[in-house]
């Protein structure tokens, strides 16, 4: 009978979630009844512990493809082209997924590089790296006349640029000849040398263009886009910091947001919903007062900087633990109203907590803010589908200064893999689209996402099991990169070609091990924790 109950007590905490999350998610932040918002940190090479320029992204939508293959350098012929979509929501498959819906194409150029090609393709042989995050804009300025949608755009910057500032002008080039066609976005690009915020919105419905601004980070600063508009005031004489596009004022002032000599910042002209959002607002302060604490910002404030200087060089450490953040230890702690007494009078953490999900059922568990994209939410998200840190350095050759710290699914119970930007191939099971085909093991994706979802049943326990495998390995795997780097560096002096081998069978290797970790996890799991269900 007490098994009974433990187990009948764990189908509600699964369950509960998810009606509370129907009622009060705000539709703003759904895509087909699954909610979506990614989040993206970026850090300047004065900033970082090595020198290395860093993005990064957490492609937080259980509809965005969970597979990731490598496309290499092309040679292209005269009169190919490239295909334009636009994704549509597709319900068919097993799982809810995107389709997406051909709507024309533009010339390809005669060569193209290669690339890591996520989701939202994310970084090339030539060190260019991109994060995303969606900030929406205002309605009317959606336009269906454009070509170009978000995911697309990732991918031309990287298969014809090698700077941030080219990909920054090529986009605006494009975009200006094939128009946008998708929401508000930001996204992040970094090359060897800096990184730039880049946002862009909509001309107008009926309209062909589009509306983008981009601000340079600083080199000793850090900045983050958490689904909202952050560039404010700007100045598009000061080439060094900012690039805009030629419409960007009269867009504004026809159509009645701005007039001259008024001040005019850009997230509020065009986005200004997306600073009204507490889901946002809460991610932004999160995570510059974990790498500026001293600035001893308010977390209820409406706006922060575009960037700050952090009190300390940022390591590859630190910004993981920033993305597996769950707000524990500040007055938006998502465990501190998920406790419960036993039967001697004990207060325990409950067997339902989950820093995965409770701000998904916060009116509840009574814990602070709304769900949506008014409401709380986390950095750290169980529907992410997988995450990266791009480091970029200008002291290696590219086949071995770019490398993506990849991590799929939820990464509070993940674990970064270095891969280096140079590699031919992946794991097969990385390869598989296996969510969209329902569940296998064969697939990397729902290997680490069979791990997050059981951990997060009884996550006041299952955490500390977790972790105490990921985190030794995790350290392992940052403090063996120089040696690895060096071994490249050696073999490269004396032959490309095995430098690369060298990487490419080290960065599968890698993959592979941390599966089957993932795989032995899952079942340990499952058998301590068997009677307590």
């Known amino acids: 009978m007490k098994k009974k109950n433990h187990l009948i007590l764990c189908v509600i905490g699964l369950l509960m979630p998810f009606l509370v999350w129907a009622q009060t998610a705000d539709k703003s932040d759904w895509a087909g009844g699954y909610p979506e918002g990614c989040t993206s940190i970026t850090v300047g090479k004065l900033a970082s512990f090595d020198g290395s320029v860093m993005t990064s992204h957490t492609d937080d939508s259980h509809r965005t493809r969970s597979w990731i293959d490598i496309v290499p350098d092309k040679t292209h012929k005269k009169g190919e082209v490239v295909n334009m979509y636009k994704r549509v929501q ?5 799982m809810p997924a995107y389709g997406h819906q051909l709507v024309g194409s533009i010339p390809q150029v005669s060569q193209t590089y290669g690339y890591i090609n996520t989701a939202y393709p994310s970084l090339n042989t030539k060190q260019l790296g991109i994060g995303e995050s969606t900030f929406g804009g205002r309605e009317e300025l959606q336009s269906d006349q454009g070509l170009i949608d978000c995911q697309r755009l990732c991918l031309l910057m990287l298969e014809r640029e090698t700077t941030a500032r080219g990909a920054i002008a090529m986009a605006g080039e ?40 981009a601000q340079r980070v600083p080199d000793n600063h850090v900045s983050v886009n958490a689904n909202a508009s952050t560039i404010k005031e700007i100045d598009p004489d000061n080439k060094d ?17 701005w007039s001259p000599g008024e001040s005019f910042q850009f ?26 604490p001293s600035l001893k910002l308010d977390p209820n404030q409406s706006d922060y900087p575009f960037s700050v200087k952090p009190d300390t060089l940022v390591t590859l450490e630190k910004i993981i633990s920033v993305f597996k953040d769950y707000y524990e230890g500040t007055p938006f702690d998502m465990t501190k109203d998920l406790t419960v007494t036993d039967e001697n009078g004990k207060s325990i953490i409950s067997p339902l907590a989950s820093p995965h999900m409770p701000y998904d059922a916060n009116k509840l568990y009574k814990i602070n803010g709304g769900w949506g994209w008014l409401g709380e939410r986390t950095i750290a998200r169980w529907y992410t589908m997988y995450a990266t840190i791009i480091q970029l350095r200008n002291w290696l ?29 992946l794991p097969v099971q990385y390869k598989t689209p296996g969510r969209v085909n329902g569940y296998t093991l064969n697939s990397a994706w729902w290997i680490f996402n069979r791990l997050g979802t059981l951990a997060s049943q009884r996550w006041g326990e299952m955490r500390h099991d977790v972790d105490a495998v990921w985190m030794p390995m995790q350290k392992q795997l940052i403090e063996e990169q120089k040696s690895i780097d060096q071994e490249a560096l050696k073999l490269f002096e004396k032959s490309p070609e095995k430098a690369i081998i060298f990487l490419d069978n080290y960065s599968n290797q890698q993959g592979e091990k941390v599966m089957e970790e993932a795989i032995k996890l899952g079942d340990f799991l499952w058998t301590k924790y068997d009677e307590k269900f």
């Not at 128009?179 to 880049?198: P, Q």
């Not at 993506?404 to 191939?425: F, H, K, Q, R």
């Open 90 to 94: 597709n319900d068919s498959l097993a």
């Open 267 to 292: 997230c509020y002209v065009y986005a200004p919903e997306s600073r009204t959002s507490l889901a946002s607002r809460r991610r932004e302060w999160r995570v510059f007062d974990l790498l500026a």
């Open 241 to 257: 910091m900012f690039m805009a596009s030629e419409n960007i004022y009269s867009v504004a002032q026809e159509n009645g947001w």
């Open 174 to 213: 494009l975009l200006k000849e094939y128009g946008w066609n998708d929401y508000g976005e930001a996204l992040t690009i970094a090359d060897k040398n800096e990184v730039w915020h880049f946002e862009v919105v909509g001309p107008g419905r009926g309209k062909k263009g589009a509306v983008w601004v």
């Open 397 to 425: 050759p590219d086949e071995i200064g770019g490398v993506e710290w990849l991590a799929m699914d939820n990464v509070a119970t993940s674990i970064y893999v270095p891969v280096y930007g140079c590699v031919s191939d």
